[in-house]
């Protein structure tokens, strides 16, 4: 069945960075567009970013364009989510998502000093 595993979640000061990554298993990877999404506690999954199945068309929310890079490595079946210059606002659970509606359990991100 398919299964998401996310890692790399962890506190970091204001200004850090930080790497998620998500492996996969259960489905054809190289075939499956894949998302991160975050949320935080009272408010709604956010989407924050996505890739194509090949790695050449990604998107972002507009408030971490320029921050945050998504990526994969079809070889490896894992997506990664590259975030530069954290603020206390990217402080949420990050979920890495397989269209449709596969979860990931959820990596906790803390943006604090």
């Known amino acids: 069945q398919v299964q998401l595993v996310e890692s790399g979640g962890g506190l970091v000061q204001p200004g850090g960075s930080l790497r998620l990554s998500c492996a996969a298993s259960?489905?054809?990877?190289?075939?499956?567009?894949m998302s991160w999404y975050r949320q935080t506690s009272g408010k709604e999954r956010e989407l924050v970013a996505t890739?194509?199945?090949?790695?050449?068309?990604?998107n972002y929310a507009d408030s971490v364009k320029g921050r945050f890079t998504i990526s994969r490595d079809n070889a490896k079946n894992t997506v990664y989510l590259q975030m530069n210059s954290l603020k206390r606002e990217d402080t949420a659970v990050y979920y890495c998502?397989?269209?449709?509606?596969?979860w990931g359990q959820g990596t906790q991100v803390t943006v604090s000093s």
């Open positions: 998502y397989k269209p449709y509606d596969y």
């Open positions: 259960g489905f054809s990877f190289s075939n499956s567009g």
């Open positions: 890739i194509s199945s090949t790695g050449r068309t990604t």
